[in-house]
């Protein structure tokens, strides 16, 4: 896994197809796999890398609480596309920090091989990795959205059709009915059940009202936890 060389073009590249579908590298919130991608890069992606660079800027957001994000650090081949092997090339280890390093096992050596390194990171890693997991009920919510047309001409089957076709991790579509609103006009009501720490309304609303042609605005109607 990897991205090659993310401080080439070629590595961005490679960065901009794997966030193509994703918002974030591992999973549905920001976490340590986007800090690790992150501070690989020398700068921000160009501006036609248009999702590599919404990606860095929302994780840039993130820099006074970057250390509190969730998730264990780890080096840059344990992420990104299956096939690709990571050539990011690292900023050489100065003599001070070498001094400052503290041996977390108690070691006496002065030196440390970098296979000895290597695993003793992954151990750290797989020991944080068990300590961060704790057992926890799934909390849901049950959401019912109003999604309004430009006009009495919009096509309201397509506008159905473009909603239901946004698909996450947590997400459920349910029941939908068109309610008249006024001037032969009428609102798309759409239900939908959620899980909390995956889908947000936020995420939701940008998503639907992505679809400019025929969303003029999205309002949630209920919000109820299940």
């Not at 036609?48 to 250390?67: G, P, T």
């Not at 899980?195 to 919000?223: C, H, M, N, P, R």
Request: charged share 30%; hydrophobic share 35%.
């Amino acid at each position: 896994m990897g991205f090659g060389d993310l401080k080439s073009p070629a590595g961005l590249g490679v960065l901009e197809e794997f966030l193509a579908d994703k918002s974030y590298i591992e999973g549905y919130v920001p976490s340590q796999a986007d800090v690790a991608v992150f501070e690989a890069l020398s700068g921000p992606p160009p501006a036609d890398l248009c999702h590599a660079l919404r990606w860095y800027n929302h994780i840039k957001s993130y820099e006074k609480e970057k250390n509190s994000l969730p998730g264990v650090k780890k080096p840059l081949a344990n992420y990104g596309p299956a096939g690709v092997e990571d050539t990011t090339a690292t900023k050489p280890q100065s003599k001070v920090e070498e001094d400052d390093d503290i041996d977390l096992f108690g070691s006496d050596d002065e030196e440390e091989s970098e296979e000895a390194k290597r695993i003793r990171e992954e151990r750290l890693a797989q020991y944080e990795s068990k300590k961060s997991k704790k057992p926890a009920l799934i909390a849901k919510s049950s959401i019912l959205l109003d999604v309004k047309p430009w006009d009495d001409e919009t096509d309201m089957a397509k506008m159905e059709e473009c909603v239901r076709s946004i698909q996450m991790d947590g997400l459920v579509w349910g029941m939908s009915k068109l309610v008249p609103v006024g001037y032969g006009i009428k609102k798309l009501q759409i239900q939908c059940v959620v899980e909390d720490d995956k889908v947000g309304v936020d995420i939701l609303e940008e998503q639907i009202t992505a679809f400019e042609d025929y969303v003029q605005s999205v309002d949630v109607a209920a919000f109820n936890k299940i």
